[in-house]
């Protein structure tokens, strides 16, 4: 197990926090596009729309290897 530990934000601040839960199936494809391609291009959207005041974070979710489950852990 790995813990990431960031600086708590002050109270006023502008905080955003992205969360991706990328499973396996985000791999295949749905209407000739892979889901986590779709989802890669609205999180850059959201991000390059986003003011500079805000201070924004990223937690992915998702299986380590393809096809073993079990292998979940907060990235």
């Known amino acids: 197990m790995s813990l990431s530990f960031v600086s708590e934000p002050r109270f006023g601040e502008n905080v955003l926090c992205f969360v991706l839960d990328a499973p396996v199936s985000m791999w295949r494809q749905i209407a000739g596009r892979r889901p986590i391609v779709v989802a890669k291009e609205i999180f850059s959207s959201l991000i390059d729309q986003a003011p ?5 974070g990223f937690r992915g979710y998702g299986h ?3 096809g073993i489950y079990g292998t979940c852990t907060p990235g």
């Open 52 to 56: 500079v005041q805000i201070h924004s």
């Open 64 to 66: 380590r290897r393809k």
